[in-house]
């Protein structure tokens, strides 16, 4: 069983910056892989930023150089610090966690999502 609760979202101008927390309850955090991902008005969800059990860290080329993912495992917390905000980052932000790693979340689907939170980006 798994349950996550993310929190962090609001409305910013572009430029600015959000720091989005997710707080991650399952049987075995500390191992988590654990991501997150972003659904824009219409559009499909995709995965913009991961983590692994040892640290290990991708991101999606929309964001790179602009977001870090980390986290907290004495605090079994997931974190994405988003700076340099634009208006094509508004979106629901999902945090979604696994026991397996990253790797093969991506192929059979990552089990455990929170709830989201919205970012809207103001031009």
Known sequence: QGH????????????GSLRLSCVVSLSSSK????????????????EIA??????????ADSVKGR????????????????NNLRPEDTAMYYCASDEIPTAV??????????????VTVSS
């Open 105 to 118: 979340a991506r192929i059979v689907g990552w089990n455990y999502w929170g709830q989201g939170t919205q």
């Open 67 to 82: 977001f870090t993912i980390s986290k907290d495992t004495a605090k079994n917390s997931l974190y994405l610090q988003m």
């Open 4 to 15: 996550l609760v993310e929190s962090g979202g609001g409305s910013v101008q572009a430029g």
């Open 50 to 59: 991961s983590i692994d059990s040892d640290g290990g860290t991708t991101y």
């Open 31 to 46: 191992t988590a892989s654990m991501a997150w991902f972003r659904q824009p008005p219409g559009k499909e969800r995709e």
